[in-house]
């Protein structure tokens, strides 16, 4: 079974600051990897994923993230934020397997607050 | 409308009614999902549809019953619910039923058992 942790609840950052949320995985087969952000009372909108080839992915809204396969990583990062980044932002995984149905094994949530 | 619609968003109900959460999408995916998002427990998955056939029951306790009449609606129907149910149901939908495809999410409905 697959697990992902993620290992800030909270970040909060100032405005046009830096951030790197960070994430970490446990999987006994290979994995997809997502990036979803939940702005209040909203559902979830994918930010990023990683299916294959090149380690960095470019997201929308300035984010990015870098799979690290032998830390069993994803971090997601901005280089500058801004106020509207103020959101809930989830890891996820799912398993390369035909019996995963597509079924996402989400972390357990960071919010990032960007204060002025 | 576009995307993924549910209603209502918002539902109180006591532990002996019954009530239905729907799910609508209007992308024309085959594969839908129902999970629950509770206070301080990560995204838990429920149910997976694939063109209208179940696939995927995640050890949901029987008061959850899911159906999928056709590829656009899901439903949840719900009975003698507990307090410890109360939380945000999401529904989601996908091109396919498998991994690495991205998932829709509706802005979900709002649950609370009393």
């Known amino acids: 079974a697959q697990s992902v942790t993620q290992l800030d609840s909270q970040v909060p950052v100032f405005e046009e600051a830096p951030v790197e949320l960070r994430c970490n995985y446990s999987s006994s087969v290979s994995v997809y990897l997502f990036w979803y952000v939940q702005y209040p009372n909203q559902g979830l909108q994918l930010l990023l994923k990683y299916l294959s080839g090149s380690t960095l992915v470019k997201g929308i809204n300035g984010f990015e993230a870098e799979f690290n396969k032998s830390q069993t990583s994803f971090h997601l990062r901005k280089p500058s934020v801004h106020i509207s980044d103020t959101a809930e932002y989830f890891c996820a995984v799912s398993e390369m397997l035909p019996t995963s149905y597509g079924k996402l094994t989400f972390g357990q949530g960071t919010i990032l607050t960007v204060h002025p | 409308e576009t995307g993924v619609t549910q209603t209502p968003r918002h539902l109180v109900m006591g532990m002996t009614n019954k009530k239905s959460l729907k799910c609508e999408q209007h992308l024309g995916h085959n594969a839908m999902y129902w999970y629950k998002q509770s206070a301080k427990k990560p995204l838990e998955l429920m149910f997976v549809y694939s063109l209208e056939e179940r696939v995927e029951n995640n050890s949901v306790p029987s008061r959850f019953s899911p159906e999928c009449p056709n590829s656009s609606h899901l439903f949840l129907h719900l009975h003698t619910l507990q307090p410890e149910d109360s939380a945000l149901y999401l529904c989601?939908?996908?091109?396919?039923?498998?991994?690495?495809?991205?998932?829709?999410f509706g802005p979900g409905t709002r649950l609370t058992v009393t």
């Open positions: 989601a939908s996908s091109p396919q039923v498998a991994s690495g495809y991205e998932q829709y």
